[in-house]
């Protein structure tokens, strides 16, 4: 900051011409160092080249008196040159109390560039001591002061020596430095730029003031300014910035940009909306070029300075790819610089683990934000978006206590109201986000009935925040209240047209809602509008996946259940097209099984070719089928539903060749025509009481007729843990026929109370895994034999890997009287659900 002292003060007689420096001649002498002192002040030699002979002649045996004034002279040219940490490295070995008074000067500055606070007071204490009136000594002396610390014995100072007000120009731009210095530890950049600007017109060509100027700009909120200006001053004079000094200012200047960048893409739609976010990454690409040619031009103790600017471009490059929405890139970019071994800051480390998130690749994700962390300290302020990404993370790789502590702690620091502001009660933005996370959390760990609570309490706060009724709205969703969560999406689409979670939200409700035509209407205006955000991407993603074809398959097999089948074994399986018309599917569906009974066995093959249609609260599909055999081989089957309410669903059903014809009656010949009814009342995910009706008229002229009733009841709703229960009670009639090869009890009845457990055993983002276990025991009623009891163990696996697949498998075993006998039931299960696309 401060160059006065440290050019112009070389020892020596007054010599008219030298020649050029010849180090071939290494024996130190007088007049060699007379004519190399000349050479240099007359520029016909370099620093370095000086530099380099009279260390080449400290190294070499000479007396005191000619040793002082080879350091001194080797102090005053290297710090002259902007060689501090040499100068300082020079002083240290040389000691200051063995220099020249006029390498004190240089020397002070020098140490206080490399921020040796010691040697800078050493200097300067003796500087004053024996040159107690030097105005020079008493300036550099306040730079120290407030090097440590000393603000007001600075000031003190610098009011001593501006009475009275100096009038030679050098002190009074010496004066104006320090001013400038004093106000930027007072945190008054206006002043301290005024200051800078009054010096650089009384010395123009001084470019170490420029310098200062235009990092100050920098440093102020106009980095943009401040590399156009030291760049205009490098193209009218070389040299008046080193290539480290541009590059600084250029890193700055775009880390700026990058921000402005991104506060107009969040408040345009459009593809124009990333376009200074595309300028920014190619600025990023060319400056980072430019950085690597001359960092590799360097000298070594600037090294450590290149490798903190090429780390800030590259964390800067790290973020402006995530937020163009290309994570795929940025982490791709982020493994090259690890395998260089380079450290990057806190951001940039955020920036690396944010794309991995985006990615599905948390659990990569969660170590370098806790680095970044680790590594900011007290420095990175709570709340941060690192600290928030972290929240996340940990939720979404299963460290569920974790993400509650980290959340906990985000809350406590982050107060309603602004602790420093210009006036009392002002609110802080960022409660407001902390606050609406915790609702955001409950919801994502399967906790809606919380998140209600939350979101509804938020939203008497802040009635018109656009984040608190977009939560609200989609709490409405994972209640299972499908009308309740479109109307508040409609809502906000009145209110914040251009929030992008109340859009996205939106268009989810409507495929909830079964508006397939205006989701895919609302998602393409999205994706035209915000093709680069990550929200959009992801809503997309589960559109189509909801739309798309898909292939279910159930299947399931058993044994020791005589009254039903020895052994039997089935296989139901759809393979349905996507959408056509947003309402229209075609489906093929087939059955495949086979039962082993004591009246033989049966072989069941049946293939449906159908068309459904699906439009707002409707539901329709029709199939006709052809099975292998039976007296029902050719026939039709239709399933009919309607959604009266959020809380009332109906359904109507009839199968031609009924696929819950007992086995025997298939090994005898017979088959039957299968109908049904159910009504269904929806409280919540939580409740739902379920009414079904359902008859089979078998060929043989049997007719039977069954009524059941169910209550279902989530007890225990945690990240990890679910539990449930299920109170059924049915009841069913046929015609008495004597001579039934099948199971046909007249009457009988059961109730039965089941318990279901779920716990997580493993996360990965959208992928999880999860361990069921089902006991269910109650009673069993058979007209002429009685009550006994039932009861009955499943234990599953559940797969949910994304988009990609759900999966579930398991055992089952269940005892089960029949006609007085009781019985043991073994059979293994799994079902498969895949998108294919």
């Not at 190399?36 to 009279?54: P, S």
């Not at 100027?213 to 102020?220: H, I, Y």
């Amino acid at each position: 900051m401060l160059a006065f002292g440290a050019s112009g003060a070389f020892a020596g007689p007054s010599v008219t011409a030298a020649p050029a420096v010849d180090r071939s001649a290494s024996a130190y002498d007088a007049q060699r160092h007379d004519a190399l002192i000349v050479a240099r002040r007359e520029g016909r030699i370099t620093a370095a080249q000086a530099l380099q002979q009279l260390k080449d002649w400290l190294a070499a045996p000479i007396d005191g008196a000619a040793r002082q004034r080879v350091a001194s002279d080797a102090i005053a040219i290297a710090s002259a040159d902007g060689r501090f940490a040499e100068a300082a490295a020079l002083g240290r070995q040389a000691k200051p109390s063995k220099l020249s008074d006029y390498a004190l000067g240089p020397l002070a500055l020098a140490a206080r560039r490399t921020h040796d606070l010691a040697l800078q007071g050493e200097a300067i204490g003796l500087w004053r001591a024996h040159q107690p009136g030097a105005r020079e000594a008493r300036i550099h002396e306040a730079y120290w002061r407030l090097d440590s610390g000393d603000v007001a014995g600075a000031q003190a100072l610098y009011r001593a020596l501006s009475q009275p007000a100096p009038t030679q120009v050098e002190d009074r731009v010496a004066l104006l430095e320090l001013r400038a210095a004093l106000a930027r530890a007072e945190k008054d950049p206006l002043q301290a730029l005024a200051a800078y600007t009054e010096a650089g017109a009384l010395r123009p060509g001084r470019g170490d003031i420029r310098r200062e100027a235009d990092f100050l700009l920098a440093s102020s909120g106009a980095a943009s300014s401040a590399f156009d200006n030291a760049e205009a001053a490098e193209r009218a004079a070389p040299g008046s910035f080193s290539p480290l000094a541009l590059s600084t200012l250029q890193q700055e200047a775009l880390a700026q940009r990058l921000r402005w960048a991104i506060q107009a893409r969040d408040q345009r739609i459009g593809a124009e909306r990333v376009t200074a976010l595309d300028r920014v990454l190619g600025d990023q690409e060319a400056a980072l070029a430019r950085a690597d040619a001359a960092a590799s031009k360097a000298a070594p103790e600037d090294a450590g300075a290149w490798r903190t600017v090429r780390a800030r471009l590259l964390s800067d490059r790290l973020l402006a790819l995530v937020e163009r929405g290309r994570p795929a890139d940025a982490v791709a970019l982020y493994d090259t610089v690890r395998a260089t071994g380079t450290e990057l800051p806190p951001y940039g480390l955020g920036a690396a683990a944010r794309a991995l998130a985006q990615e599905r690749r948390s659990a990569e994700a969660v170590p370098i934000y806790e680095t970044a962390i680790a590594r900011g300290g007290a420095d990175l302020p709570m709340p941060n978006d690192i600290h928030l990404g972290l929240v996340y993370a940990y939720q979404d790789v299963g460290r569920f206590s974790d993400a509650e502590a980290l959340l906990q702690r985000l809350e406590a620091a982050t107060p309603a109201l602004l602790h420093l502001a210009p006036e009392a009660g002002r609110p802080n933005g960022e409660y407001t986000e902390v606050s609406g996370m915790r609702g955001l959390m409950q919801l994502y760990t399967d906790r809606p009935a919380l998140a209600q609570q939350s979101f509804a309490a938020l939203a008497r706060e802040a009635p018109f925040n656009a984040g608190y009724a977009s939560g609200a709205a989609l709490t409405e969703r994972l209640r299972e209240h499908p009308e309740a969560a479109l109307a508040r999406f409609e809502a906000l689409a009145t209110d914040a047209p251009y929030d992008v979670g109340a859009r996205t939200g939106h268009v989810e409700a409507l495929l909830d809602a079964g508006e397939f035509g205006e989701a895919r209407r609302r998602a393409e205006s999205l994706a035209a509008d915000l093709p680069d955000s990550k929200q959009v991407r992801d809503m997309e993603r589960r559109r189509l996946t909801q739309v798309g074809p898909r292939l279910d398959v159930d299947a399931g097999a058993s044994s020791g259940g005589a009254a039903i089948a020895n052994r039997e074994w089935r296989i139901d399986s759809r393979l349905a097209s996507g959408l056509i018309d947003d309402q229209w599917r075609v489906f093929y569906d087939q059955s495949l099984g086979r039962g082993t009974t004591d009246l033989g066995s049966a072989n069941w093959a049946r293939g449906g070719l159908g068309l459904g249609w699906q439009r707002g609260r409707w539901l329709a599909e029709g199939v006709l089928q052809h099975a292998n055999g039976g007296p029902y081989r050719n026939s039709a089957a239709g399933r009919l539903d309607y959604r009266a309410s959020d809380a009332w669903r109906l359904s109507a059903t009839y199968d031609g060749d009924s696929r819950e014809l007992p086995w025997k009656a298939r090994a005898a010949g017979i088959g039957a025509h299968e109908a049904g009814a159910s009504v269904g009342y929806v409280v919540n995910e939580s409740r739902r009481f379920d009414l079904k009706w359902q008859q089979l008229d078998f060929s043989d002229g049997n007719l039977r007729s069954g009524l059941g009733l169910g209550w279902r009841e989530r007890w225990v709703s945690t990240p990890a843990f679910q539990l449930e229960t299920t109170l059924g009670a049915d009841a069913s009639r046929g015609r008495d026929i004597d001579t039934a090869p099948y199971f046909n009890p007249s009457s009988d009845g059961s109730a039965q109370l089941s318990a279901r457990a779920q716990w997580l055993g493993w996360k990965r983002d959208d992928r999880q895994f999860f361990h069921v276990v089902e006991l269910g025991g109650g009673t069993y009623r058979q007209a002429g034999f009685g009550s006994g009891p039932t009861w009955s163990l499943r234990y599953e696996h559940r797969w949910n890997l994304g988009s990609k697949l759900a999966l579930r498998y398991g055992l089952r075993i269940a005892s089960h009287p029949y006609d007085g006998v009781r019985e043991l039931q073994r059979g293994v299960f799994l079902n498969l659900s895949m998108p294919l696309q």
